[in-house]
């Protein structure tokens, strides 16, 4: 829907900031470089709730979201929709995380990714309970979260948070101190928690399609998973693919390509925990290929 337009004028003793944290992709899974930009307010904004700008935090909606909160949500999947991009799903967890950090920010009187008595943005939301391959964050200081968005969309670095089309979930926090509003917006691409026999399942599912047959899964299979090398069991395997991904509906090409070759007529599928210690969530996956 479109977001009815309210003007607004911006005071000069309050200074809107912004900083935006990316996640550029890198070998495996997603790292964060922090962005600090300080941005000057546009006096246009958007506003589609409360004129009384000074009071927007102390109104809660039924999903317990503030007003100037549901704003930001709405601001968010709009511009997404504006570029054909699906809507971001509110993550509760996510959302704990943001408000944490909102916090952090109102009680520290400053916009940071991470101040020095807290984890970093990836820590911050594992130990909150999220699951994702990425995850990236937008922080802003206004008189009002018209003027925060507007201000984000105005930035390179979190205009490409807003609207990236790999994350699919959203946190949003917003704290009022002093008539002045903190802003936290965590993105993420979340990974389902899946157990090691749902992981095999959907594995294998994938596997027969390309029309191999797909046997039981066996502890062999498994122990074979947690290996870095070599296999488990008296039966070998005649070739073995490990790897880790944080999406199970596709098999990696070097596996395709084996598969295709057609010297193999079974295959065995084998999930296990993950050892490495990492706020990232991921599979492993292990499968082995017989004649």
């Not at 709405?74 to 704990?96: F, I, K």
């Not at 979340?190 to 039981?216: D, F, I, R, Y």
């Not at 007529?265 to 599979?283: D, E, I, L, M, N």
């Amino acid at each position: 829907m479109m977001l009815p337009r309210k003007l607004y004028y911006l005071t000069l003793y309050l200074k809107p900031r912004i900083a935006s944290m990316p996640s550029p992709p890198t070998p495996g899974l997603k790292l964060l470089i922090s962005l600090m930009k300080p941005l000057v307010a546009m006096a246009i904004a958007l506003l589609s709730v409360n004129p009384n700008l000074n009071a927007q935090s102390a109104f809660t909606s039924e999903n317990n979201l503030t007003v100037a909160e549901q704003y930001l949500l709405a601001a968010a999947n709009e511009a997404r929709a504006n570029q054909g991009l699906s809507p971001l799903h509110l993550d509760p967890v996510l959302t704990e995380a943001s408000a944490a950090h909102a916090r952090a920010m109102a009680d520290h009187d400053a916009i940071s990714h991470q101040f020095n008595d807290e984890p970093d943005l990836a820590e911050r939301g594992a130990i909150a309970g999220a699951h994702f391959s990425l995850i990236s964050e937008n922080v802003g200081e206004a008189p009002s979260s018209v003027i925060i968005h507007d201000l984000w969309m105005h930035s390179p670095g979190h205009r490409a948070n807003l609207l990236d089309p790999n994350v699919d979930s959203i946190g949003i926090a917003v704290i009022n101190r002093d008539n002045q509003l903190y802003a936290v917006e965590d993105f993420a691409s979340t990974v389902q928690t899946l157990t090691l026999n749902q992981q095999e399942h959907t594995v294998a599912g994938v596997l027969s399609k390309t029309g191999m047959k797909v046997a039981e899964t066996t502890n062999d299979a498994r122990q074979t998973c947690m290996m870095s090398t070599g296999y488990a069991g008296p039966r070998q395997p005649w070739f073995i693919m490990r790897y880790t991904a944080s999406s199970l509906n596709e098999i990696p090409t070097q596996l395709k390509a084996r598969l295709s070759t057609g010297k193999y007529h079974q295959a065995v599928v084998g999930a296990c925990p993950t050892t490495r210690r990492s706020p990232f969530t991921a599979y492993n996956i292990a499968v082995l290929l017989y004649p």
